[in-house]
């Protein structure tokens, strides 16, 4: 799906733009991001599925967490908060909290042709970076809470 969404934003700007290729850092960046929003999402309901100790609970919680929690509650509070500080759509669509919400994360890398002058780099940076600082703080958690390696024989 990453390489369709590449190919159709390099469409969809050739139409506006004049015809442009998907970059190599592009597609590498693309790749990237989505690797590291597996391996979180991954780590995730792992995390959950230690924590609960039942199968289909960690499941639900899982979606619950990536699905309700950082797509579409992400999406909800920006609004919300958008409607409270009387912020147009850029405002509300570049916030902070959108940062962590995975589809603005992949339409970032989408919509970002060269790193160096693109709106979205920051956001971008700062999502992956969070969501790799979530992913090592899960696993030291659980490696740390883990009998077998928290207390070496």
């Known amino acids: 799906p990453v390489v369709f969404f590449s190919w159709l934003a390099a469409y ?13 850092l592009q597609f ?4 990237a ?11 995730i309901g792992l995390y959950l599925s230690w924590r609960l100790q039942r199968t289909l609970y960690a499941i639900m919680a899982s ?13 909800m509070l920006s609004s919300l908060w958008g409607e ?9 669509s570049n916030g902070p909290l959108m940062w962590l919400n995975p589809g603005w994360l992949l339409s970032a890398v989408m919509n970002t042709p060269d790193f160096t002058r693109g709106v979205h780099t920051g956001g971008l940076i700062v999502g ?3 969501y790799g600082v979530i992913t090592l703080a899960l696993l030291w958690h ?12």
């Open 28 to 31: 590498g960046a693309a790749y």
């Open 12 to 24: 969809f700007r050739q139409a506006q733009d004049g015809w442009q290729f998907v970059s190599l």
């Open 33 to 43: 991001g989505l690797i590291i929003a597996s391996v979180c999402f991954a780590i």
């Open 128 to 130: 992956l970076t969070a």
């Open 84 to 92: 409270f500080t009387h912020s147009g759509y850029e405002a509300i």
């Open 63 to 75: 979606y619950t967490v990536v699905v309700g929690g950082l797509g579409i509650a992400t999406v």
């Open 142 to 153: 659980m490696i740390a809470r883990f009998r077998r390696f928290a207390y070496p024989s």
